[in-house]
């Protein structure tokens, strides 16, 4: 199993260690609800070195990346973040991502943890036979810990370790910097709905820097957050996660993801076979539930609709903060557009669920 | 970790309290820490037979279902409503309040192949 730079923090942590995707990584320390509220009302520190960092660069990497990203990554200045995706031909998803424009020829890609191997492969496919010459890809995913300091006290709490004025890092946007005397790209990103920062620096420093951030940090009530957690915090928010709302067999249109999806632009992976589904009529919509009475609805559990299955759960949970069942289905588009009761399938129950705007919680 | 002496176990982290010919039936300590923070309980109704090895019962939290197996046969004569409306409670008190059901015994027989303290101790270490 592949293991994080931070591994050993994680268990003198006695965090409980769970094989993601083939990582060794923490699911929870002191316990996914307490996590969770402590990301919501103060801060929380999350090891993201599983994700994977691909370097993109070279006179013709905008041209590639416009070519092979579903968002038009023209609308970017140097020191911006973008949240994108990679499509196949068939308009079903490869990845989602985030896009660091360092400048104009160089891009850094972060991507998901267990697709990161996958999507270096397939942006090398893309390159190769094809007109993209003048471009150089590298997967420095090794090269990189990454932290995400969450919540709204993250800013307080990173301010104590730079001199960088993070008043002037706005949302979507980075700056590279020293971070307790290490060389840092701080990103005002994350996948909580909260304030704060995702932090990449040298691998061999993610330690000294989880440290560093975690004693600094305590007085505010700074906690470690597991997946457990991490995943609770962006369900709230109905973000999407690779494998569940967004698959190879799932179009971003299908999975609300149209915001990053710019069909106006010229080619990309994927387009034309998006705009044909499009032009047809989208025969999926993804639709955020709530459970009407008590139960936690899980990924694949069956929804029904006078009587039929008609579609399945992509996530769900029990909301620490509503502390009500919540889900993300997927569903004929018919059906999320009517107003028909939906009933979610636990075991032999079919609980009423209602359709719900999201974010879960705001 | 607190396993009282009182109590036999099973290898599916149950416990078992007896009363006479009435069982007392949870989830051990162990088995709540596994589980992490618990946020909903199935129970059988009062007047359900349920077979031991059968499942009577879930707990969930918020990254895993459990299923809670009948240690002993019989007629479930009480069951912890409480339980529905503060799943939590078997994190805080596994072994009393965070009782789930009370059953009253068709085989007491059956209690043989339970475990005392030491052999479930011995167990939970091996696991």
Partial sequence: ????????????????????GGWDMPVQYSGVIA?????????????????????????????????????????????????????????????????????????????NASNSDKDFSWL???????????????????????????????????????????????????????????????????????????????????????????????????????????????????YALYGHEITAEIMPLEARLAWITKLKKRNFVGQAAIIKAKQAGLLRKQIALTLTTSGVPRAGYPVFCQGEKVGHVTSGTLSPSLKKGIA???????????DQPLYIGIRNHRILAERTVLPFVQ | MDFPEELKYTEEHEWILVEDDIATVGITDFAQDQLGDVVFVELPEVGDNVEAGETFGVVESVKAVSDVYAPVSGEVIEINEDLLDEPETINNSPYDAGWMVKIKLSAPELLEGLMDVSSYQEFVEKD
């Fill in chain 1, 1 to 20: 199993m592949k293991a994080t730079p931070l591994n050993q923090i994680h268990r003198q942590l006695d965090a409980r260690m769970v094989d993601f």
């Fill in chain 1, 35 to 111: 996590e969770h509220q402590a990301v919501r009302s103060a801060a929380g520190l999350f090891d993201v070195s599983h994700m994977g960092e691909i370097e993109v660069s070279g006179p013709q990497a905008f041209d590639f990346l416009q070519y092979a990203m579903t968002n038009d990554v023209s609308t970017l200045v140097d020191g911006q973040v973008q949240y994108t995706a990679m499509c196949y031909e068939t308009g079903g998803v490869v990845d989602d991502l985030t896009l660091y424009r360092f400048a104009a020829d160089r891009y850094l890609l972060c991507v």
């Fill in chain 1, 124 to 238: 090398q496919g893309l390159q190769k036979g094809s007109d993209f010459i003048d471009l150089i890809l590298v997967n420095r995913s090794p090269e990189y810990a990454q932290l995400a300091l969450q919540g709204p006290v993250a800013t307080k709490i990173l301010s104590k370790l730079t001199t960088v004025n993070l008043a002037e890092i706005k949302f979507y946007h980075f700056a590279e910097g020293d971070v307790a005397g290490i060389q840092t790209i701080i990103s005002r990103t994350g996948y909580t709905g909260e304030d704060g920062f995702e932090l990449y620096c040298p691998a061999t420093e993610g330690v000294k820097l989880w440290q560093e951030l975690m004693s600094v940090g305590l007085p505010f009530g700074l906690k470690p957050i597991g997946l457990g957690a991490r995943d609770t915090l962006r369900l709230e928010k109905g």
């Fill in chain 1, 328 to 338: 993300l289905a997927i569903v004929p588009a018919t059906i999320a557009d009517s």
